[in-house]
C-alpha cells in the first residue's frame, strides 16, 4: 500500500464551527506533514511530524491543531477559521525526517478542499 | 526565490514535442531537490530527485538537471503526451534548526500538450 488517504475529500463550515481533517498512510512511514495549498499556488509547509511528536510549526496559528494519535494516522483540529483559511489542505508522509536521512521522498495525499464561509 | 527571466508559469506544447520546465532555487545548502506533477484535484506526484552531489539523473522520459553555480534546475519531459498536462512544481530541500529539513517548493509551472 503506497498511497495516503485524507477525508474529507471537501468540506465547507462557518468561522464558528469545529471541525476535523484526517489522514492516514500504512507504508511505515515515521515522519508526516501538513501543507496548505491557495489556488494557483504552492504548497507551502505548516506542520512536521516526526516518531508521532511534532518537530516543526511554521508559526500557524492557534485556530489550526494538530495532532499525531499514532504512526499511521495524523489530524488536523479546526476552530475558529477565517474566510482566507479557504484552501487545499495536503498530507504527506516519508519514511523518516531529518539527520542523515534528508533524501526521502514524500508521498502526497489528495487533499481536503476547505471552504470557510 | 525565482530568478526573473528563468521562471515560465505555462508552456504550450504539441504532443510528442520534448518540454522543458525550469526552476530556480534559493538556497545553495540546499542538497536534494524533487520534482512533482500536480493534476487537477489531485495532490502532488512524484516524478524525478536529484541530490545535490549529481549534475543529472534520468527516469523513463524524464531528465532533471542541475547547475548549482546559478541555482537552477530543469525538468526535461520528452515526447511529451496529453496525460503530462498538468502543474509542475520543482522542491528544494533546505536545512531547517539542527535536526531536520523543509521541503519549500517553487512557483509551479503549467503544462498544456495540445493533440
Known amino acids: 500500500d503506497t498511497e495516503v488517504t485524507q477525508t474529507p475529500k471537501h468540506l465547507v463550515m462557518g468561522m464558528t464551527n469545529k471541525k476535523s481533517l484526517k489522514c492516514e498512510q500504512h507504508?511505515?512511514?515515521?515522519?508526516m506533514y501538513w501543507y496548505k495549498q491557495k489556488a494557483k499556488k504552492p504548497p507551502e509547509l505548516m506542520f512536521v511530524?516526526?516518531?508521532?511528536?511534532?518537530?516543526i510549526n511554521e508559526s500557524v496559528p492557534s485556530r489550526f491543531s494538530p495532532e499525531c494519535p499514532n504512526s499511521s494516522l495524523l489530524n488536523l483540529h479546526l476552530h475558529a477559521l477565517q474566510p482566507e483559511d479557504s484552501a487545499l489542505y495536503l498530507c504527506?508522509?516519508?519514511?523518516?525526517?531529518?539527520?542523515?536521512?534528508?533524501?526521502?521522498?514524500?508521498?502526497f495525499g489528495p487533499g481536503t478542499r476547505l471552504t470557510v464561509l | 526565490g525565482e530568478s526573473v527571466g528563468l521562471h515560465l508559469p505555462t508552456l504550450s506544447v504539441q504532443e510528442g514535442d520534448n518540454s522543458i520546465i525550469n526552476c530556480a532555487y534559493s538556497?545553495?545548502?540546499?542538497?536534494?531537490f524533487i520534482w512533482y506533477k500536480q493534476e487537477s484535484g489531485k495532490g502532488p506526484q512524484f516524478i524525478i530527485d536529484?541530490?545535490?552531489?549529481?549534475d543529472k539523473r534520468q527516469g523513463q522520459r524524464v531528465t532533471v538537471l542541475l547547475n548549482k553555480t546559478v541555482k537552477h534546475l530543469s525538468l526535461q519531459i520528452a515526447a511529451t503526451q496529453p496525460g503530462d498536462s498538468a502543474v509542475y512544481f520543482c522542491?528544494?530541500?533546505?536545512?531547517?534548526?539542527?535536526?531536520?529539513?523543509?521541503?519549500?517548493f517553487g512557483k509551479g509551472t503549467t503544462l498544456s500538450v495540445s493533440s
Open positions: 522542491a528544494e530541500n533546505i536545512r531547517r534548526g539542527q535536526a531536520g529539513t523543509a521541503l519549500i
Open positions: 536529484i541530490r545535490s552531489n549529481m
Open positions: 538556497n545553495s545548502a540546499s542538497d536534494y
Open positions: 511530524y516526526s516518531y508521532e511528536k511534532l518537530s
Open positions: 507504508m511505515g512511514h515515521r515522519a
Open positions: 504527506a508522509s516519508s519514511q523518516v525526517w531529518g539527520g542523515t536521512y534528508s533524501y526521502n521522498e514524500q508521498f
